[in-house]
């Protein structure tokens, strides 16, 4: 499974437990953004909510594949 940078970033975060508000000032993003990734995220990964998400991806039943360019910027 590919996702954007962003939508990665904002599984991330809500992986680590983090709500909307709180993945929106972590991320430098507004909330209603937070939200619509989530949704195409949930889309995605065929979840039905934000926890089976978790479970999905925190089990290893999904994997997430980030572009290698954005990997190679965030590590420089």
């Known amino acids: 499974m ?3 940078p962003a939508r990665a970033d904002v599984l991330s975060e809500l992986c680590r437990g983090f709500g909307n508000a709180s ?3 972590r991320l430098g ?3 209603d953004t937070v ?3 989530i949704k195409d995220v949930l889309a995605a990964l065929g979840a039905r909510d934000r926890t089976h998400a978790v479970v999905l991806v925190s089990s290893g039943q ?3 594949l ?3 360019d954005y990997r190679s ?3 420089s």
């Open 29 to 31: 993003i507004a909330p």
């Open 62 to 64: 999904v994997r997430v």
């Open 2 to 4: 590919q996702l954007t």
């Open 35 to 37: 939200k619509s990734h």
């Open 66 to 68: 980030v572009p290698l």
């Open 23 to 25: 993945i929106g000032r």
């Open 73 to 75: 910027r965030v590590a």
